[in-house]
C-alpha cells in the first residue's frame, strides 16, 4: 500500500481540505489500524503459531523494551516522524505482548506531526509543478509488493535472532 501521507496528501492536493484536520483523522485512522495488527499479532501469531522456545526469545527482548521503557518510547517516537512503513513495527511489538500505549501514543504525536508536515509540503509543492510534470502511477506496483514481502522477513526474522545471546554476549546468532 501507498504510504498513508501520501494519500492524504492527494486528498489534501484534490479537495483543498484542512490540513490539521486531515492529519488528525489520518493519525486515528493509521494508530487504531496499527493497534489492530500489534493485538492481532498477540493473539494469533504468539499465542497460536509461535513455539515456547521462540516465546522465551521475544521475552528477552520485551524485558529489555522495558528495562530501557524511556528510550524505548523516545524511539518510537522519531521512527514515527519518519516516513517509513510501520506496520511491521507494530506486528514485531504485538509480538511482545507489551501494552500497546507504550508504542500507540509516541506513535500518534509523531505521525501526527508528520503527516501535517508531509501534507503541507505536498501542497506545496504541487503549486510549483504542473499535471503532466509528474506521473500518478500504481499504487500496487511492484515496488510496493516486494518492499510489504521484505518487511515481513525481516518480522519474521525478529522473532529468530537469540536475543539473549546478542544482549549477554554480544554476538548474532539465531534460534535452532
Known amino acids: 500500500m501507498p ?9 489534501q492536493v484534490r479537495h483543498e481540505l484542512n490540513i490539521f484536520v486531515l492529519a488528525l483523522i489520518g493519525t486515528f485512522a493509521a494508530t487504531a489500524g ?3 495488527l500489534a493485538k492481532l499479532s498477540d493473539r494469533i501469531i504468539r499465542k497460536n503459531i509461535l513455539k ?10 520485551k524485558n529489555r523494551l ?7 518510547i523516545w524511539i518510537f517516537l522519531f521512527y514515527a516522524f519518519s516516513p517509513l512503513p510501520s506496520n511491521q513495527l507494530f506486528i514485531a511489538y504485538g509480538l511482545t505482548e507489551l501494552p500497546l500505549k507504550m508504542i500507540a501514543v509516541p506513535f ?6 508528520s503527516y501535517v508536515f508531509w501534507i503541507f509540503t505536498a501542497s506545496k509543492v504541487t503549486l510549483k509543478i504542473t499535471a503532466s510534470e ?5 499504487f500496487m506496483g511492484t515496488y510496493y509488493v516486494i518492499m510489504q514481502i521484505l518487511s515481513l522477513a525481516v518480522v519474521w526474522l ?4 537469540n536475543w539473549e545471546k546478542l544482549f549477554k554476549e554480544k554476538k548474532l546468532g539465531l534460534l535452532k
Open 158 to 161: 525478529f522473532t529468530r535472532i
Open 66 to 72: 522495558i528495562e530501557y521503557k524511556k528510550i524505548t
Open 34 to 36: 496499527r493497534m489492530v
Open 3 to 11: 504510504p498513508t501521507w501520501s494519500v492524504l496528501a492527494y486528498f
Open 52 to 61: 515456547e522456545r521462540v516465546r522465551a526469545n521475544i521475552d528477552v527482548i
Open 108 to 113: 500518534f504525536i509523531g505521525r501526527f506531526l
Open 134 to 138: 509528474y506521473a500518478t502511477g500504481a
